[in-house]
């Protein structure tokens, strides 16, 4: 049964809806790849419904830059990244769920199993997300799901301009965008 009242209740930017599809997909993965974790509420979802592990990538580092390059305000990361911990504590004591504390281009892809559905929702710019696609799409199972977040959405241009480029065909809810890269 899917159930995400307990990662609604994590501050973040995913719609309910949205994590709802997040959970139903992770129900049917045994590996999950998840760039950019934030407070953990998508990784809450995922972590929570998915039967194998999911591995959540996140460098949590001092400053984000926007499409235009200007550091991101408004956000203190160190308590970012403790409201994730204290989010995640149960699910990366039992080994559900596996942080890993670094920039996603320079995550050693092949320490982790391919995945059956890789959720990018890390750095939003155009160039990072681009780099992303060709990477961590090669890094999903044959029929496997590449998706993200923020498609369309006026703050990340970037997003929409790095999937339309990579993918002729993508599927969509609400912000969430999705294709299956390797047929």
Known sequence: ?????????????????????????????????????????????????????VYTIDSWRDTYEGENGRPLTGWNPASVRAASRLHLADLVAAGKVIEIAAPSLDVALERIPKADLVFLDGDHRFVTLSQELDRYGAHTTRGGILAGHDFGHPDWPGVERAVRAAF????????????????
């Open 1 to 53: 049964m899917i159930d995400v009242t307990r990662a609604a209740e994590i501050p973040g930017y995913m719609s309910h809806k949205e994590l709802e599809w997040l959970a139903t997909l992770a129900s049917q993965s045994r590996v999950v790849v998840e760039v950019g974790t934030f407070q953990g509420r998508s990784t809450r979802a995922l972590g929570d419904h998915c039967p194998g592990t």
């Open 168 to 183: 002729p065909k993508v599927w969509l809810l609400e912000t969430i965008w999705w294709t299956v890269p390797r047929l």
